[in-house]
């Protein structure tokens, strides 16, 4: 938990923000800025600020089941996936997360 992050804070439920998806592992919710119809964040509940900083094996892999997993159960079968990592990538928000688009 690091008290200045804002998906941290998401996680602990500060916001009630509904989960679309949830596991020990991660949790799953919807973009505040969609740009698509349908524009998820699959999210690890521990905070890693960035892909650079993540050697675990285990978690990579929970979070791309997780991809797999959120998308299942909002009906995408066809979706995008990124990673924004540093700064001039375009990251605002530095507690990993994969963003998931689709329609
Ligand atoms: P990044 O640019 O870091 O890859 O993406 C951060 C994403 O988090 C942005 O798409 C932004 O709209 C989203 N975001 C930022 N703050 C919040 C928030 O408080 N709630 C939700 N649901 N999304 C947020
Ligand atoms: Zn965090």
Do not use: W
């Amino acid at each position: 938990m690091d008290e200045n992050c804002i998906f941290c804070k998401i996680i602990r439920g500060d916001f009630n923000t509904e989960f679309v998806y949830e596991n020990e592992h991660l949790v799953v919710f919807r973009d505040i800025n969609p740009k698509a119809p349908v524009h998820l964040l699959v999210v690890p509940r521990v905070h890693v600020p960035s892909l650079n900083e993540l050697d675990d094996k285990d978690l990579l892999g929970e979070l791309m089941l997780g991809v797999k997993e959120a998308a299942k159960k909002v009906g995408l079968k066809s979706y995008r996936t990124q990673i924004n990592t540093g700064k001039e990538a375009g990251q605002e928000v530095f507690h990993l997360h994969i963003h998931v688009l689709g329609k």
